[in-house]
């Protein structure tokens, strides 16, 4: 049984998702329990090359399957499985069908077809092949209903049907059991899944009220600070509230965001009538304190602007936030960020935020914008969130976003909107 279990493994890794990790035990489980059932029927078709042959370029085949999933080529591995049976039940069908009835056999070959392969493609192509067998094997009935082939004797002709029964049996075991405890792991991750996101809702609802005082009661402090110089001393203590107050926030609104688009439920855009010069200027201040705890400095520039625009306050505040959060995580400290805004043409405006830094290797750019990746290390903290709802809010306002970065020297992503100029 651990021998069974090892190979049954073989190419699993922790980074895999559960179904693909199914499937993967699946397509080692068919060809292990195929290519040791060819080595059983060998030596009865032995008598004849043209069944001997072809059964030991089964065997050969199923033996490789096992090694393209441990080098990770899952897709080769599933593929040749798949039509390595197909061929074979559309040839042993063929010449032996006064023998076998293998069209049924074409019946759990399609639900193995739906079972390993994940996209709409492959499986159509696969159930085209099964259907391709079983009309070849009725056809082979048609031409000779009643006669075996190959002048077998009685015995040896049950025996060779025995086997295949007892093959076909195993067989159809294996997928039933696979079926059910993947359908058993569904439900569990299911059920998981509905009290991450009841926990996940509920504790960022309760966090973020608490927290969104606290924020605005240090903003008032501030004031006052700013007021009376005698408090001046406690203005560092309440830039640590500020900071830690915004990150929090920042992140339960992430948080919040994620959810919302993932069940489906965002909401649509709105349109907000905001002055630009203010609006920007507020988000800065907001963000120096941050800045300035990494030794970071932040650099804005406004070219061509109107004086207010149109646009969804809220959607394009999580849009500067992270790109501006992102920037300070991951630029080099003592370094600056550069944030720009400029009307492109009469129709669009854009947005570029930049920073000096170790930048994004090649291999995680087509990914950055993926729920749960990030580029952080050491003590660089962060879901892995923000830029998959950038992009999110991004394409719901109609707009597009880019990145382009130079590991080591730089990182910039631009942003482009619509303009809609506003009336106050």
């Given at each position: 049984?651990?021998?069974?279990?090892?190979?049954?493994?073989?190419?699993?890794?922790?980074?895999?998702?559960?179904?693909?990790?199914?499937?993967?035990?699946?397509?080692?489980?068919?060809?292990?329990?195929?290519?040791?059932?060819?080595?059983?029927?060998?030596?009865?078709?032995?008598?004849?090359?043209?069944?001997?042959?072809?059964?030991?370029?089964?065997?050969?085949?199923?033996?490789?399957?096992?090694?393209?999933?441990?080098?990770?080529?899952?897709?080769?591995?599933?593929?040749?499985?798949?039509?390595?049976?197909?061929?074979?039940?559309?040839?042993?069908?063929?010449?032996?069908?006064?023998?076998?009835?293998?069209?049924?056999?074409?019946?759990?070959?399609?639900?193995?077809?739906?079972?390993?392969?994940?996209?709409d493609l492959p499986r159509k192509i696969g159930l085209t092949v099964a259907l391709i067998?079983?009309?070849?094997?009725?056809?082979?009935?048609?031409?000779?209903?009643?006669?075996?082939?190959?002048?077998?004797?009685?015995?040896?002709?049950?025996?060779?049907?025995?086997?295949?029964?007892?093959?076909?049996?195993?067989?159809?075991?294996?997928?039933?059991?696979?079926?059910?405890?993947?359908?058993?792991?569904?439900?569990?991750?299911?059920?998981?899944?509905?009290?991450?996101?009841?926990?996940?809702?509920?504790?960022?609802?309760?966090?973020?009220?608490?927290?969104?005082?606290?924020?605005?009661?240090?903003?008032?402090?501030?004031?006052?600070?700013?007021?009376?110089?005698?408090?001046?001393?406690?203005?560092?203590?309440?830039?640590?509230?500020?900071?830690?107050?915004?990150?929090?926030?920042?992140?339960?609104?992430?948080?919040?965001?994620?959810?919302?688009?993932?069940?489906?439920?965002?909401?649509?855009?709105?349109?907000?009538?905001?002055?630009?010069?203010?609006?920007?200027?507020?988000?800065?201040?907001?963000?120096?304190?941050?800045?300035?705890?990494?030794?970071?400095?932040?650099?804005?520039?406004?070219?061509?602007?109107?004086?207010?625009?149109?646009?969804?306050?809220?959607?394009?505040?999580?849009?500067?936030?992270?790109?501006?959060?992102?920037?300070?995580?991951?630029?080099?400290?003592?370094?600056?960020?550069?944030?720009?805004?400029?009307?492109?043409?009469?129709?669009?405006?854009?947005?570029?935020?930049?920073?000096?830094?170790?930048?994004?290797?090649?291999?995680k750019i087509d990914t950055i914008f993926e729920p749960f990746v990030s580029n952080r290390?050491?003590?660089?903290?962060?879901?892995?969130?923000?830029?998959?709802?950038?992009?999110?809010?991004?394409?719901?306002?109609?707009?597009?976003?880019?990145?382009?970065?130079?590991?080591?020297?730089?990182?910039?992503?631009?942003?482009?909107?619509?303009?809609?100029?506003g009336g106050i």
């Open positions: 049984m651990k021998l069974f279990k090892s190979l049954t493994d073989i190419g699993v890794t922790s980074a895999l998702e559960p179904e693909d990790i199914s499937r993967i035990r699946l397509t080692n489980k068919l060809s292990f329990v195929t290519a040791t059932l060819m080595i059983l029927i060998g030596p009865i078709l032995a008598f004849e090359r043209s069944l001997f042959i072809p059964l030991l370029l089964d065997f050969g085949l199923k033996i490789s399957v096992l090694f393209f999933n441990y080098a990770g080529k899952y897709t080769v591995a599933k593929t040749v499985l798949y039509y390595t049976q197909a061929v074979a039940i559309g040839y042993f069908g063929y010449v032996l069908a006064p023998l076998l009835q293998l069209e049924y056999v074409v019946v759990l070959l399609i639900a193995v077809n739906f079972y390993i392969f994940k996209t067998d079983l009309a070849l094997i009725e056809y082979a009935h048609y031409r000779h209903p009643f006669r075996p082939e190959f002048g077998l004797s009685y015995d040896m002709a049950f025996l060779i049907h025995t086997s295949m029964v007892l093959s076909i049996f195993s067989i159809t075991i294996i997928v039933i059991i696979s079926y059910a405890q993947g359908n058993d792991l569904r439900f569990k991750l299911e059920r998981a899944n509905k009290f991450i996101k009841l926990f996940v809702n509920t504790v960022t609802h309760e966090l973020r009220t608490p927290i969104s005082v606290l924020h605005q009661t240090n903003y008032f402090l501030k004031k006052e600070i700013k007021k009376d110089s005698p408090i001046k001393m406690v203005e560092p203590l309440a830039n640590i509230i500020e900071s830690a107050s915004s990150q929090t926030l920042h992140i339960i609104n992430n948080v919040l965001s994620a959810a919302k688009i993932e069940a489906g439920k965002s909401e649509g855009v709105s349109e907000d009538a905001i002055q630009v010069a203010p609006y920007f200027s507020g988000l800065i201040e907001l963000h120096e304190v941050l800045a300035q705890s990494g030794g970071m400095e932040i650099k804005f520039t406004m070219l061509g602007m109107p004086p207010s625009i149109i646009v969804d306050q809220f959607d394009l505040t999580l849009i500067i936030s992270n790109l501006l959060s992102n920037a300070i995580k991951y630029g080099e400290k003592g370094g600056s960020i550069s944030f720009d805004i400029a009307r492109t043409n009469g129709a669009q405006w854009m947005i570029k935020v930049a920073n000096s830094g170790k930048g994004i290797p090649p291999e290390s050491g003590a660089i903290e962060g879901t892995g969130l923000g830029l998959y709802i950038v992009k999110t809010k991004v394409q719901s306002m109609n707009g597009s976003i880019s990145v382009i970065s130079e590991p080591g020297i730089f990182t910039q992503f631009t942003v482009t909107l619509p303009l809609k100029e």
